[in-house]
């Protein structure tokens, strides 16, 4: 394959490592504000780059070069940049006010669709991030079972909260390890996690029933709740592992959180619960729900939600926050689940990823690289190792370098991508897919 993708400013996709001169011009200044030259741990990228604006498919940085967005703001844009009906929804209400921090009518209208859509939510609380959705779930959980213990997923992530930011990472793991269950007590992510935190989280390793088994077995009356993703980043659940966690949680009493930042509406409107098939007691939502706006939320039957937040309670759960039911966000997500309920919008997300799917396999084939894809739906993720991937463990193996050296090489081709995972949009085209593919093999060719 050939690059035919060009720049508006006539550069090749290929010249994106060179650093412009207003990009030039903002390094120092990044420097002097941010300790890290970051905004956000997650950017890992090989050299500077300052994002202005966005559209379609397409973003673009502060020196007009254009590149394939793959990223969409962590997975946030399902429909892409600046979708019209939404961008228009968002006009319309930032005109009647942004933020009031009170009870508004687009609120009103993103929980309704939210409620119509997911098979386990009957009411709904909003949060700001899917960060905050995780906090007041876990908090939820507790005061609802009257228990400390949470249980987690080694390599799971949900947020940066000291509760879980534990077994994320696997620092200081190596590929031999992969061979080896993952203790009860956690590895911390980072320091600044007391001990008192980590002694209340338990782990263990996905795909793994028998282990989570042996461990409700030993302290089910504690466990207040298990928060896992029901796609662990891009491992797949094993057939019947869902329904299997359902029945020892609902068997122990536990509450059963999806975390669904990543999958709620992007593997169709009920999320990974109706493709799966499993129901839990929580469900925790963020990313499409807010358009590319802060937003999260926390779900779940009436009679959860009643019990926690009812106007009778005498002590009902605290959840609050001045932006909490934003307007703006509300009003961009509410647009954003009417655009998806349209009739054909899945089928293109899905034929959409499943072409870049096939595309980077014939790639990997092609190039003898240790690789695999995975994926499903309106997302792709590579992993450099010839290990199948159930759990976390198993990702040990993976060619760190190499995978580094992949995704540093896309973005020298004109891919903004991160983490080696990727999404498609309802604006992303098969051209546009099949230029990924082409950019990627450039990219290989150049390990």
């Known amino acids: 394959m050939t690059s035919t ?8 996709a290929a010249d994106t490592s060179a650093t412009g001169e207003r990009t030039s011009g903002l390094v120092p200044r990044i420097a002097a504000v941010f300790p890290d030259a970051r905004l956000t741990a997650a950017d890992t990228r090989p050299f500077q780059v300052v994002m202005a604006r966005g559209q379609g498919d397409r973003i673009f940085d502060v020196d007009g070069r254009e590149y394939l967005d793959f990223h969409l703001s962590s997975g946030a844009l399902v429909l892409g940049h600046a979708y019209p009906e939404v961008l228009a929804a968002i006009e319309t209400q930032v ?4 933020n009031f921090g009170a009870m508004n009518e687009s609120a009103v209208m993103l929980a309704e669709r939210i409620v119509a859509a ?21 908090r939820m959980a507790r005061a609802y079972t009257g228990r400390d213990l949470i249980l987690r997923f080694e390599g799971a992530y949900h947020g940066h909260l000291d509760m879980v ?14 061979h080896r269950r993952p203790a009860l007590n956690p590895i911390p992510d980072c320091p600044g996690i007391p001990k008192a935190i980590q002694d209340l989280c338990l782990i263990a ?4 029933i028998e282990g989570l088994d042996a461990i409700f077995a030993e302290h ?26 359902r029945r020892v949680t609902s068997k122990h009493g536990a509450l059963l959180i999806f975390d669904e930042m990543v999958t709620g509406f992007r593997f169709g409107l009920g999320g990974a619960q109706e493709h799966y098939g499993v129901r839990p007691d929580l469900t925790t939502l963020g990313k499409i729900i807010g358009a590319g706006y802060p937003n999260g939320a926390i779900g779940g039957s009436s009679a959860i939600m ?13 959840l609050a926050g001045t932006f909490a039911g934003h307007a703006v966000a509300a009003a961009g997500g509410a647009a954003t689940l009417d655009v998806l309920g349209r009739q054909g919008s899945y089928v293109k997300l899905f034929e959409l990823g499943e072409r870049a799917r096939a595309g980077l396999r014939r790639v990997i084939e092609h190039s003898r690289v240790p690789a695999r894809v995975y994926g499903v739906g309106p997302m792709f993720h590579i992993a450099f190792t010839d290990v199948v991937v159930r759990n976390a463990r198993d990702n040990l193996a993976e060619d760190r370098t190499m995978r580094k050296r992949a995704w540093d090489g896309l973005l020298k081709h004109g891919v903004h991508i991160t983490g080696g995972r990727g999404f498609v949009s309802l604006q992303h085209s098969t051209n546009t897919v099949d230029e990924l593919i082409a950019r990627f093999e450039a990219a290989v060719h150049e390990i």
């Open 95 to 98: 005109r009647r006010g942004g």
């Open 5 to 12: 993708l060009g720049t508006k400013t006539g550069q090749t």
């Open 165 to 178: 930011s534990l077994s994320n990472k696997l620092g200081g793991l190596t590929a031999e390890d992969r």
């Open 306 to 318: 009643k019990a926690l937040f009812g106007r009778d309670r005498k002590h009902p759960v605290y």
């Open 118 to 138: 997911i098979p386990s939510v009957e009411m709904v609380k909003f949060a700001v991030s899917g960060t905050e959705a995780t906090l007041h779930a876990i």
């Open 205 to 208: 390793s996905f795909n793994d």
């Open 220 to 245: 089910g009356s504690r466990i207040a709740c298990v928060i896992m993703e029901p796609l662990q980043r891009f491992i797949e659940p094993d057939p019947g592992y869902l329904s299997a966690v």
